[in-house]
């Protein structure tokens, strides 16, 4: 079955700029989880969405938002782009369910390349 | 406050020998231990998991050890291979309200495996 796609992989922006990234999950899986990817930093964990609901919340601005849609889908949009947001983004799916609560592994997408100019 | 720690950025082992890949963590509400194998422009692939009742978990060539008294869990790679050349993230799961779970990452360890 199809993997986890994300889109755009690659992008560039300007300071002050917004930005939309898309990812569609695992077919089946209701459960949607971003992170942001920078060197030494490991995977920072930004939000997770699970039926259409935000379900959990990391430690970033406001300035970056997220949804889902009823299909799973989700976005996820950073506004008033800065320099720092420049990171691999990565998207991933769960089922979200009772039978991920064991171990919560998450799949995840190939990512988006964000550049901030 | 890195409650998930590698702290090692690099690791490069001979062919054939054992790669031992380590990463601590603080808090005591994690229960499960994962590990993921990310290539370059490729997303992390799991690799490997272990609950927190258990010290040890074996699949194939990898191997998870747990010591939750040191909360530390190492990953044995026997024998290590020129294609397990990867960046390696630790990662630990705990349950918050209701059904959602979140996992919390290291920073990942370069191995490279020289053939």
């Known amino acids: 079955k199809a993997g986890v796609t994300q889109t755009p992989r690659y992008l560039i922006k300007t300071r002050g700029q917004q930005v939309t990234l898309s990812c569609s999950p695992i077919s089946g899986h209701r459960s949607v989880s971003w992170y942001q990817q920078t060197p030494g930093q490991g995977l920072q964990f930004l939000f997770e969405y699970f039926s259409e609901t935000q379900r959990n919340k990391g430690n970033f601005p406001g300035r970056f938002s997220g949804r889902q849609f009823s299909n799973s889908r989700s976005e996820m949009n950073v506004s008033t782009l800065e320099l720092g947001d420049s990171a691999l983004y990565l998207c991933?799916?769960?089922?979200?369910?009772?039978?991920?609560?064991?171990?919560?592994?998450?799949?995840f997408g190939e990512g988006s390349r964000l550049t901030v100019l | 406050d890195q409650q998930v720690k590698q702290n090692s950025p690099s690791l490069s082992v001979q062919e054939g020998r054992i790669s031992i890949l380590n990463c601590d963590y603080t808090?005591?509400?994690?229960?499960?231990f994962l590990w993921y194998k990310k290539y370059p422009a490729e997303g992390p692939t799991f690799l490997i998991s272990i609950s927190s009742i258990k010290d040890k978990n074996e699949d194939g060539r990898f191997t998870v050890f747990l010591n939750k008294s040191a909360k530390h869990l190492s990953l044995h790679i026997v024998p290590s291979q020129p294609g397990d050349s990867a960046v390696y993230f630790c990662a630990a799961s705990r349950l918050l309200s209701g059904s959602a779970r979140q996992l919390t990452f290291g920073s990942g360890t370069q191995l490279t495996v020289l053939p």
């Open positions: 991933a799916s769960s089922r979200g369910g009772q039978r991920e609560l064991n171990t919560g592994e998450l799949f």
């Open positions: 808090n005591s509400m994690f229960d499960y």
